[in-house]
Nanobody, 124 residues
Framework: QVQLVESGGGLVQAGGSLRLSCAASGSTFTSYDMGWFRQAPGKEREFVATISWRGGNTYYADSVKGRFTISRDNANNTVYLQMNGLKPEDTAVYYC?????????????????WGQGTQVIVSS
């Protein structure tokens, strides 16, 4: 079992930045690839970024490539999402997830553990 708790969401103006954190506890953090997903009102949950268990490989959705950066600190069981150049269309609840099928797997049902989400609102 892995417990995930996100933090760092909030209200920001377009062009601004936020850094999301996800603290993991329970099973061995380094056994899992980690990912960030988001869900906007009325839309399905979608892939944002993933990172391999060692942190050496990352994968991004085209919509955030070049603006968002995923990273992890295995010593502190935490994964981060640095979001720069935020746009109103980035408004969503952001979820952290843990899985073991590889970072290229973006199907949400294949990610094993989820946090409760943190709200990000980008005003225009």
């Amino acid at each position: 079992q892995v417990q995930l708790v996100e933090s760092g969401g909030g209200l920001v103006q377009a062009g601004g930045s936020l850094r999301l954190s996800c603290a993991a506890s329970g099973s061995t953090f380094t056994s899992y690839d980690m990912g960030w997903f988001r869900q906007a009102p009325g839309k399905e949950r979608e892939f944002v970024a993933t990172i391999s268990w060692r942190g050496g490989n990352t994968y991004y959705a085209d919509s955030v490539k070049g603006r968002f950066t995923i990273s992890r600190d295995n010593a502190n069981n935490t994964v981060y999402l640095q979001m720069n150049g935020l746009k109103p269309e980035d408004t969503a609840v952001y979820y952290c997830a843990a899985g073991r099928y590889g970072i290229m797997v973006v199907t949400t049902t294949l990610w094993e553990y989820w946090g409760q989400g943190t709200q990000v609102i980008v005003s225009s």
